[in-house]
């Protein structure tokens, strides 16, 4: 059995969405928390999670005991407004999430291809299987930066490759990304896919029919077995 089911949880709006996943998040962290003494969370970026990150970050939990990272970042500066982890730091890493340890994935290589041993490095230091991970998907069928028609695209949805960072290109500036492959990011308890709209409640009609991974790469996402995926939306 996989996850690719055209069901989802549905929300009346995008805020009841976000209130509804900050409160599990928050639930499966402080669980994580009382069984294992750390809990991990992987976000990805995009405006669709800002308002889940403001509510979140005002959980109560011991988020020192909390590790955030993410699941693709776009290679540009940490302080440039495209980056997701400016995102986070914005809007995530407040009030008590603010002592909650980040671990970004840009890094000083000149390209995401030269870049991606060392930042999957950085996730040596995150707990895993991570407790919740976050993916948003694009009107393309892209999550994290897997993007279609990517040139490392096949690479990245291999399912026996083990798991690590790729490079990629996004078909939109800026297009050097770096993404965590699909290995990794079923590395974890719970994947979540965030999506509102009619447009992106079509695309994910479409991906939950037939055809190629690579054409729609959410479908890698949605085919496994592997990982729990649940979908929540929100006109």
């Known amino acids: 059995m996989t996850n690719a089911d055209p069901a989802a949880q549905r929300h009346a709006d995008s805020e009841s969405l976000s209130r509804t996943l900050a409160a599990q998040i928050a639930a499966s962290l402080l ?99 991570f407790d919740t991970v976050v993916l948003g998907m694009g009107d393309d069928g892209h999550t994290a930066s897997l993007f279609p028609r990517s040139p490392n695209l096949p690479s990245a949805l291999n399912r026996g490759a083990a798991a690590g960072c790729v490079g990629m290109w996004s078909p939109e500036p800026p297009q050097p ?36 991974e690579t054409e729609m790469p959410v479908r890698a996402v949605l085919r496994q077995s592997r990982t729990p995926v649940d979908v929540m939306w929100a006109p």
Not at 180 to 204: C, F, H, P
């Open 177 to 212: 990304r770096l993404s965590l492959n699909l290995t990794a990011l079923l590395d974890s308890r719970r994947i979540v896919l965030m999506i509102s709209g009619e447009a992106k409640w079509r695309t994910y009609a479409a991906a939950c029919s037939a055809g190629p």
């Open 31 to 129: 669980a994580a928390i009382g069984a294992r003494g750390t809990a991990s969370l992987v976000v990805s970026g995009g405006r669709s999670p800002i308002r889940l990150f403001e509510l979140l970050r005002d959980q109560p939990l011991d988020w020192s005991r909390v590790c955030i990272a993410l699941a693709d970042e776009r290679w540009v500066a940490p302080e440039d407004a495209a980056s997701n982890e400016r995102l986070v730091r914005d809007h995530l890493l407040k009030n008590g999430a603010a002592a909650a340890r980040f671990l970004g994935l840009k890094n000083a290589a000149p390209t995401p291809d030269l870049g991606a041993v060392s930042a999957w490095e950085t996730f040596a230091r995150v707990p895993r299987p």
